[in-house]
């Protein structure tokens, strides 16, 4: 696959956005949601969830968006939420591979499956967002599995079956890469 396109480019090519997208990011609006996470966050993420608004791939893995109305698929909510669990996870003396932001390069959730499966950016280095790998977490057991980033380009090999996520399953990707949209 030629990479004189952007990563992005190439998601839009081969899913294209709904016709009347729902709960769409607004430009205006990430400022808000970057100050309450206190970073700056991947471009091609506030792109997606410009363009896409609410929804997911394959009905099976879903973005969070700051926009939506249910509070458990907001971005801000979800990195807390994840970020309390270890904090509980590690006084109980469970460890995770990587910490969870706010610590230092740790990682921010940015979406999940329908299994629970947690897909997170490793934040380092923190100032250059677009250069984040992301980290899909099992929800069922133990296991982790790492992509270099961005987020558009770990869609699109996800989509296209260029890597295979021992946890997702074929099952639950498989098929020609969709989006459909919700509101919740």
Not at 3 to 17: I, N
Not at 119 to 138: G, H, K, N, Q, Y
Request: hydrophobic letters at 40%.
């Amino acid at each position: 696959m030629s990479h004189s396109t952007s990563p992005y480019q190439r998601l839009r090519s081969l899913v294209s956005p709904p016709e009347r997208p729902l709960a769409c990011a607004r430009p205006e609006g990430w400022l808000a949601v970057e100050k309450s996470i206190g970073l700056r966050l991947p471009a091609d993420y506030k792109l997606l969830l410009e363009d896409f608004g609410s929804g997911y791939f394959n009905g099976f893995l879903y973005p969070f968006n700051s926009f939506i109305v249910d509070p458990l698929l907001q971005l801000e909510i979800a990195s807390s939420k994840y970020a309390e669990i270890d904090r509980r996870n590690r006084a109980g003396g469970i460890s995770i591979p990587c910490p969870i932001y706010p610590e230092p390069g740790g990682m921010l959730a940015w979406g999940k499956s329908d299994n629970g499966d947690v897909l997170f950016w490793l934040t380092d280095p923190t100032d250059e967002p677009d250069r984040w790998a992301i980290v899909a977490s099992e929800s069922r057991g133990p296991r982790w599995f790492a992509h270099p980033g961005p987020m558009s380009e770990f869609l699109v090999d996800l989509l296209t079956e260029a890597i295979s996520i021992p946890f997702f399953g074929p099952e639950q990707i498989g098929g020609p890469p969709r989006f459909e949209s919700f509101d919740l």
